[in-house]
């Protein structure tokens, strides 16, 4: 019998704010996190606009020692993750320490470090790298500094499968729990790359919108007018816990996670299949896993990204798979308000899927203004919706063809 696993503890940051309840008023409120960059002079970009955090302060989270240390996305997940530590109240000592893991996904891990430091080596010479530089950048330094900063001796990796890897590091923190190599672990992901190279790269795809006279209704999945994604920083954390460990000691249990899928597109190194096959394949092993039928499902959390190819492919991927109940889903993209979080974008959006099932409330997908024949499933336009939501799926597609599907429960005993 396989091991029930429960979500008992929430902790983020992103352009609605830092904090779990700032983010389910913004959301619900349908607010928009996107602006004009502010972090760097943007003018000459095509593309000038970002989802930025405006309200965090490293040191409310973290020692002055290790702010100066670390890149900004490795602060972003620990204080991510110390929010969610403190509400689920989990303990690590030595008695349990090896029992307790972190997982963590980020795309491209400290890109704005790596960015600096090139230019002081161009400057001023290779004397001048600071040796925190190699530790304070790379990816896996999230799930590290998580560890040390909590005990936790258990399972320690980092996931880098672009926009999916942190919604593959929760999966994979859910199936080493229910396996039994693991009773509760830290997981999900940040990313940090508002920064001139890689707004510069992702303009050079022309991935991005270029809507700057009015950033506020550039993300718009589904809208006949998409142009592209917005790009956004930030992380989500949650705590996973094995049921009746979660029980014994009184946690609070927020939705019960049941299923994990996960396929690759092998089509082309940027663009979705066209048709959606890895889509279809990655939420069918999901249901699979979670032994479920696709009736089942009452809302999906898309990868919804604002760009022309992958709403259509998404949608014709969740055709696919949930045939005529694909019209009676729930579908929204939170990227609409916070914009695309990349590698930190699949933890952020299973906390939104949690809160959904927790409070009944559907988020919606703001500047849905016009409707676009090949995307005609119900995408909770604009509004948020009251609704009772017993199941929920949250996708995440990345670069190479990877891609992630997650399902929540509301828990009942």
């Not at 983010?23 to 000038?48: H, M, V, Y």
């Not at 690590?92 to 893991?101: E, K, L, M, P, T």
Request: proline share 5%; with cysteine; glycine share 12%.
């Amino acid at each position: 019998m396989k091991r029930r696993v429960v979500v008992t503890g929430l902790g983020m940051v992103t352009p609605l704010g830092t904090g779990v309840e700032k983010n389910w008023e913004a959301l619900c409120a349908g607010k928009s996190g996107i602006g004009r960059i502010t972090k760097f002079d943007p003018s000459p970009f095509r593309s000038q606009i970002a989802g930025e955090v405006t309200d965090f302060r490293s040191e409310d989270f973290m020692a002055k020692q290790q702010v100066r240390r670390f890149d900004i996305f490795v602060h972003y997940s620990l204080a991510a993750a110390r929010m969610a530590m403190e509400e689920s109240g989990l303990k690590v000592d030595s008695s349990n320490a090896h029992r307790v893991g972190s997982i963590t996904g980020s795309g491209l891990g400290g890109l704005s470090m790596l960015e600096h430091y090139h230019s002081v080596l161009l400057e001023k010479g290779p004397d001048r790298i600071s040796p925190f530089f190699i530790p304070g950048m790379i990816a896996n330094m999230a799930p590290g500094l998580i560890a040390i900063e909590f005990g936790v001796k258990g399972p320690n990796i980092s996931v880098e499968t672009a926009c999916a890897a942190s919604c593959h590091a929760v999966g994979e923190s859910f199936r080493l729990i229910r396996e039994g190599r693991a009773d509760a672990m830290i997981t999900g992901g940040a990313e940090a790359v508002v920064t001139p190279l890689a707004l510069g790269g992702f303009c050079s795809m022309k991935a991005l919108s270029t809507r700057n006279d009015e950033p506020e209704k550039a993300s718009r999945p589904f809208d006949r007018d998409r142009d592209g994604f917005v790009m956004a920083e930030g992380g989500g954390i949650l705590i996973l816990e094995e049921l009746e460990h979660a029980l014994e000691r009184g946690a609070p249990i927020y939705a019960e996670m049941i299923g994990y899928g996960m396929s690759g597109d092998a089509y082309h190194v940027a663009a979705p299949d066209p048709e959606g096959i890895g889509a279809i394949l990655c939420m069918q092993s999901a249901l699979e896993d979670a032994d479920l039928k696709p009736d089942e499902v009452d809302y999906i959390n898309a990868h919804g990204t604002s760009t022309p190819l992958n709403d259509i492919s998404e949608t014709k991927a969740i055709k696919a798979v949930f045939g005529d109940h694909a019209y009676k889903l729930a579908v929204s993209s939170t990227k609409s308000m916070t914009g695309h979080l990349l590698g930190g974008a699949g933890g952020v959006a299973a906390i939104y899927s949690v809160l959904t099932i927790k409070h009944g409330i559907i988020p919606p997908t703001i500047n849905y203004q016009n409707a676009d024949p090949e995307c005609d499933l119900d995408y909770v336009p604009n509004v948020a919706r009251k609704a009772e939501v017993g199941v929920a799926m949250v996708n995440a597609f990345g670069f190479g063809g990877t891609n992630a599907s997650l399902i929540f429960k509301a828990y009942k005993d």
